[in-house]
Structures are given as structure tokens and as C-alpha cells.
């Protein structure tokens, strides 16, 4: 068996997962195009914006894809390639588009609020304030992370740094020509979708060198790119959706487009070879140099292109505030998802035809062994390996920020419920009936810096690195008590529960396990992972025991109803 005839198996089973296991969740969730959605009828032109459909799945794909469904895939390699194929293949259409799906629909049923709203009315007013603070303590992680990683990309690869500050000015002229010029979304696309791959290529004669116009080392240029990248999400964070967030990531999103059909294109023709072992053992070392378990770490390094919490919060954080029609729920919730399985078996495929030796070398970096090999298969078109690579790469650093400003509006949404009242009483209270403090952290402005500042002093610490192990499992934990809402819900709307409820207590069962071996491994090390890993526990136990008696309570009372009409 080849690489191509692996891929093009994989291509197959998406589209009819799509529409065959798509289809039956569109059933169970009720999706109704005539039911109102958050967008038209809460419209405020900064987060509630009725919006296209192929705009808000570029806007989505861009936010929840990020660099995960490369770097994940490949980190799980060394336990060889089938394992990891499995749970991409299982995993992403069963569980992850599912979870992501589902996600969207309960938010745009509970006018655009975050999944933790939806807790609050499941599990009370302790539930939402336990899953918002979880919630925060991992997004100001990714911000901090992300922002680390974006800063010091900028530092070593000037032309990256070029590329991403010209796409940040091009997108609100894009917004301006589209929202207030009267051009159609279709017309501008036309112009400007082309311009993208110009910037590209801008980017890499005109290298923005901040270390040798301004005579730094690395570690300066990095800080006062952390500066600037605080600057950028702050206005992300605050301008209205459509101004800035949305046209880039839209724009953004035909360069994974791009890159998609490129390595689509290259792995067909190339048709590689695999070289790959299908199954290492149970036991391997990995990139880390540590001798690693299959279980859970399989399901810890592959989160986006399998199962990913954060996509939950991007869901039901900023996609269903835009969602024009009920209808395109399918399309951009378990679609975008789908598209990420495939990315993820394309990373795969992208290593799997390395020698050994090669993808031990290459597989610490896994960006660059998934550059290395879609290049060097794109040879099979007439591509110029070294420029495939170059565009492949900056590709991926532009997904990058994308996650990056994303994740830090969705911190500023999540700071400012965690300060509202609770929703099923008070939402209509004046924000002076409820406190200077509280009214303070409910401005936009306010949150935004809170978050901000505290994500850049996290970065400047030197701390995020070490934090990188937990992010894993705790946003595999994010998505288990996601599950656990969409049990609830079922539950309450007296549908079939059990789709949800298994992932939910596989995802909890991985997630838990994963994080107590990260606090294990690192106890007498680093006590801030330590009390970071600790904290985590508490709250997803806590909120385990409310769930679980929850779920036996309304158990009980169904049965008491069917014996009653019996």
C-alpha cells in the first residue's frame, strides 16, 4: 500500500462520513433553517454579524486549525503510523466534528453564549464559574504559547514577520471595499485572494530583519515582537469582527486552501512509498528524547484533527455569533473538523515515506518535516522544492497568528462572563446594579488588557515553554466537559444521549490520565506545572461529580415519568 492510496482512502471516508454520520446528527440536534439565529437577531455590528457562509467556514477553518493537525500527527508518529491514523480517522468524524458541531448549535440555541452558559443552566451557577476559570487558565496558556513561538519565528524568519504584518494591513481594506465600497464579497475575492500569494512572495525578497536594522541580539528582537503581538490582539480582541478577525482569517484561509491542494496534487502524482513502520509498540521514544506510553499519549499529541477543546470555545466563542442561517451549521462546525482529519493524514503521509533515520532527525521540528516532505513530493508537479517548502511554511506561521488573535478575543469573551450574573436570572441587570469591580472587568477594553498583560508577562517569564506538556491534556480535558454539556443537553431535550456520553467518559478518562503523568514526571521540577496540573484536577473533578449526579437525577426522573405513564 502507498501514501496516495492511504490519503485517497482516508478523502473517501470523510466525505461519506460526512454526509452519512453528519447527516444523522443534523437529525439529532433538530438543525431547523427557519429557527432564528444569535447573528440576526442580536445583531450589534462589533461580535454578532450575520455572515456569509464561506466567509465564517474561512473564518472558523482559519481559527481552529492552526499548526495542531500538523504537529500533533507527526509527534504521534513514533509509535508508527497505523495507531495514529486510527484515531485521526475514528476520532475526527465520531468524536472531534461531532464535539465541534455540537458545540455551535447549543450556543446559537442559547443566543450566541459560550458553551459555559449553557453549563450554568445544567449544572448551575458553580458549574459555569468552574468551567470559565478552567476555560481562562488554558487560553491564557495558548495566547502566551502562541505568542512565544509566533515572536520567535518572527525573530529567526524575517520573511515571515514581512508576510504577516502586510496581511494584517490588507485585511481591513479588504473589510472597507466589501462592507462600505459596495463591492461584493465575490468581486473583491477576485483581487484579493490573489494578492495573498503576492504577499507571499513580498514577503520573502522584503525580509522584515529587526536584529540587523536595529543591531539586536534574538532575544531583544523576540521581546519587542511579544510587544507588538500584544498591540495586534488587543485590537483584534476589541475592533468589531468584521473589521479585522474575520476578513483575515478569511483571506487566510486559501492559503491552507492552497497548501491542502498542493500536498492533495503531490502525494497523487509523487505516489510515495511507505517506509514507515505501521506499529513501533506500545512503548517509544518520542521527539522529547523520553520513552513514552502509546496510552494516553496518543490522544494527548493528536488534539486538532481528532478532538480539540479549544474549538469548542472558537464555536460557540465567535462562529455562532456570525452563523447567517441554521442550516450551515453542518457546513462549518462538522465540516471544518473534517477538513483538519484530512490535513492530519496528509502530515501523516508527509513522514511516513522518510527514511527512519530522516524523520528522527526532522520529527523535533514537526513544521519542517511536514514542509520537507509535501516539497519534496511536489517535485512529482514541477515545483521548485526549496519554494514549495518556503510557501508551505509560511503557510503555517500565518495559521499561527491566526489561532493567536482568536484565542484572545475568545479569553476576553470568557473574562467577561465569568464577571456577569447569572444568566437565567439577571441578564437584563444594568452593569452599575452590579458592582464597580464587576462593571470594570465587563468592558471590552478592560478585559481585553487584563488578558493581554497577563498573557505577555506569562511569555516574558520563560514559563509558557514548560507549560507546552499540560496544554495537551488539558484541552483534551476542555472537550471531555464540553461532552459533558452536550450530554446534559441531550438529555434534557430527552434525545439519544449515549453519542455523547462515551467520547465524554473515553476524553475524560485519556485527558485525566494524561495530566496526572505530566504532574508526576514533573514533581521536584517545575512547581508551577505542578500546581498548574494540581488545579486542573480539582476543577474537572468537581465539575465531574456535579455532572455525573446530574445525569443519575434526570435518569431517574424519566423513569419515574415512564412507570407514571405506564
Known amino acids: 500500500m502507498t501514501g496516495s492510496l492511504i490519503f485517497c482512502i482516508a478523502l473517501a471516508y470523510f466525505v461519506v462520513g460526512y454526509f452519512v454520520y453528519g447527516g444523522f446528527l443534523k437529525r439529532l440536534m433538530a438543525i431547523n433553517p427557519k429557527n432564528p439565529t444569535p447573528a440576526n437577531t442580536m445583531m450589534d455590528g462589533i461580535d454578532y454579524v450575520p455572515t456569509p457562509k464561506i466567509v465564517l467556514f474561512g473564518h472558523h477553518f482559519a481559527s481552529i486549525a492552526g499548526p495542531g493537525p500538523i504537529v500533533g500527527p507527526i509527534m504521534a508518529a513514533y509509535f508508527g503510523y ?59 496558556l495558548v495566547v502566551a504559547i502562541f505568542a512565544l513561538l509566533i515572536a520567535g519565528l518572527f525573530a529567526s524568519t524575517p520573511q515571515v514577520a514581512s508576510a504577516s504584518l502586510m496581511f494584517i494591513f490588507v485585511a481591513p481594506v479588504f473589510a472597507l471595499v466589501t462592507y462600505k465600497g459596495g463591492v461584493s464579497l465575490r468581486k473583491a475575492s477576485f483581487f484579493f485572494v490573489p494578492l495573498v500569494f503576492v504577499i507571499v512572495n513580498l514577503g520573502a ?95 494527548i499529541f493528536i488534539a486538532c ?61 514537526p513544521a519542517l518535516a511536514f514542509a520537507t516532505g509535501i516539497a519534496s513530493f511536489s517535485q512529482a508537479l514541477g515545483f521548485n522544492e526549496d519554494y514549495a517548502k518556503v510557501f508551505i511554511s509560511l503557510a503555517i506561521s500565518a495559521f499561527m497568528l491566526t489561532s493567536l488573535d482568536t484565542a484572545a478575543r475568545l479569553c476576553r469573551f470568557l473574562l467577561q462572563e465569568l464577571f456577569m450574573p447569572r444568566s ?7 452593569c452599575e446594579s452590579l458592582g464597580k469591580i464587576r462593571c470594570l472587568f465587563l468592558n471590552k477594553y478592560v478585559a481585553s488588557l487584563v488578558i493581554i498583560i497577563s498573557s505577555l508577562l506569562l511569555a516574558l517569564s520563560g514559563e509558557a515553554g514548560s507549560l507546552w506538556p499540560i496544554f495537551g491534556a488539558s484541552n483534551q480535558l476542555m472537550a471531555a466537559l464540553t461532552f459533558l454539556v452536550i450530554t446534559l443537553w441531550l438529555l434534557a431535550r430527552k434525545a439519544n444521549f449515549f453519542v455523547a456520553l462515551i467520547p465524554m467518559v473515553f476524553m475524560m478518562v485519556m485527558s485525566l490520565w494524561g495530566v496526572v503523568l505530566v504532574v508526576k514526571q514533573q514533581w521536584g521540577y517545575s512547581l508551577l506545572l505542578v500546581i498548574v496540573g494540581i488545579m486542573l484536577i480539582a476543577m474537572a473533578f468537581m465539575m465531574i461529580a456535579l455532572g455525573f449526579s446530574i445525569i443519575v437525577n434526570r435518569l431517574k426522573e424519566r423513569k419515574s415519568e415512564a412507570l407514571a405513564d405506564y
Not at 91 to 114: E, Q, T, Y
Not at 424 to 430: I, T, V
Open 82 to 140: 497505523l495507531p495514529a491514523l486510527i484515531w485521526i480517522l475514528v476520532g475526527c468524524v465520531f468524536i472531534g466534528a461531532f464535539h465541534d458541531f455540537a458545540a455551535l448549535v447549543i450556543s446559537i440555541r442559547n443566543k450566541g453564549h459560550s458553551i459555559s452558559f449553557v453549563m450554568e443552566k445544567m449544572m448551575g451557577l458553580a458549574g459555569r464559574q468552574l468551567f470559565l476559570s478552567f476555560c481562562l487558565l488554558c487560553l491564557v
Open 205 to 299: 525578497v522584503f525580509p522584515f530583519d529587526l536584529g540587523a536594522m536595529l543591531s539586536l541580539d534574538a532575544t531583544s528582537v523576540r521581546n519587542i515582537w511579544l510587544v507588538v503581538l500584544a498591540l495586534y490582539i488587543f485590537g483584534a480582541s476589541v475592533l468589531p469582527v468584521q473589521w479585522l478577525l474575520q476578513p483575515r482569517d478569511y483571506l487566510n484561509s486559501y492559503l491552507l486552501y492552497a497548501m491542502l491542494l498542493l500536498g492533495f496534487l503531490s502525494i497523487v502524482m509523487f505516489n510515495p512509498e511507505i517506509k514507515m513502520e505501521a506499529f513501533k509498540g506500545f512503548e517509544a521514544v518520542t521527539a522529547d528524547g523520553k520513552n513514552t506510553a502509546l496510552v494516553p499519549s496518543l490522544f
Open 305 to 365: 484533527g481528532a478532538c480539540s477543546g479549544f474549538h469548542a470555545l472558537v464555536a460557540s466563542g465567535t462562529t455562532s455569533k456570525q452563523l447567517k442561517n441554521e442550516k450551515d451549521a453542518l457546513c462549518v462546525g462538522y465540516g471544518s473538523m473534517l477538513i483538519e482529519g484530512v490535513l492530519g493524514v496528509m502530515a501523516l503521509v508527509a513522514v511516513m515515506a522518510m527514511e527512519p533515520d530522516t524523520f528522527t532527525k526532522l520529527g523535533t521540528n
Open 424 to 430: 437565567c436570572k439577571d441578564e437584563k441587570s444594568s
